[in-house]
């Protein structure tokens, strides 16, 4: 019997472990956070989101990249409540929303209460001390507006991009070793 529960146990954490923990957006939503539609996750949803997932939301089609934090309680009451003891079992929360069609770039970090607009890119290893309108590029600490996403496309330029997107990275390798020799002579 003992053997039996055990094997029942660990193809519980066996599941668990599979279906959930390796898949960050499943996981994210079973600690609390709400994501919407077509999101990525390319990191830890346990130090990304924190100890308040649940005062978190993203839309549809965002990308939290590798690095990102988010945080949600106000780590400055640590000296308020000595400054002012009859704080001294306080908190301070706030909320976070991400709209929809977001990039949160490399190592950025989320403040509590931000609200971020819907087509949006933040760039990499920006803090977002405030919120975000629509169709903005912001970077930098504190991050301040860029550019325009539309500025954004307009500046694309069709020879720096490749039909590479569903490759994996043996095969995107391959193929900018064939399109592009000169990347990869000595
Ligand atoms: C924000 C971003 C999209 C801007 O791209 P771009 O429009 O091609 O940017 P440019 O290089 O033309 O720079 C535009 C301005 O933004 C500034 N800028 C660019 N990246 C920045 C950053 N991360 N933080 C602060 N400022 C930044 C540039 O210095 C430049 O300022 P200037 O006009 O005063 O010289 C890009 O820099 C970025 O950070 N992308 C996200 C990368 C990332 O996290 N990838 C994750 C992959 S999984």
């Known amino acids: 019997m003992k053997y039996l529960i055990k094997a029942f146990w660990l193809r519980i954490k066996a599941f668990w472990w599979v279906k959930i923990r390796r898949n960050p957006v499943v996981f994210a939503r079973q600690l609390g956070v709400k994501v ?6 390319l990191d830890d949803p346990l130090p990304v989101f924190g100890t308040e997932p649940w005062l ?14 988010f945080l949600n309680h106000e780590g400055g009451m640590w000296c308020a409540r000595v400054l002012r003891p009859e704080l ?36 990499g290893h920006s803090v977002v001390t405030r919120d975000v309108a629509d169709g903005m590029v912001v970077g930098g600490v504190p991050a301040k507006p860029i550019s325009t996403v539309e500025r954004f496309m307009s500046n694309l330029k069709q020879e720096e991009l490749f039909p590479t997107k569903k490759m994996n990275i043996a095969q995107k390798r391959a193929y900018l070793q064939k399109e592009r020799p000169e990347w990869f002579a000595n």
């Open 88 to 123: 001294k079992d306080y908190d301070l929360f706030r909320p976070i929303k991400v709209g929809n069609n977001v990039m949160v770039g490399f190592r950025s970090l989320i403040m509590p209460g931000v609200t971020i607009g819907n087509n949006v890119i933040i760039a």
């Open 56 to 69: 978190i939301t993203l839309g549809d089609n965002v990308d939290i990249t590798a690095g990102v934090r």
């Open 36 to 41: 919407g539609k077509g999101c990525q996750i």
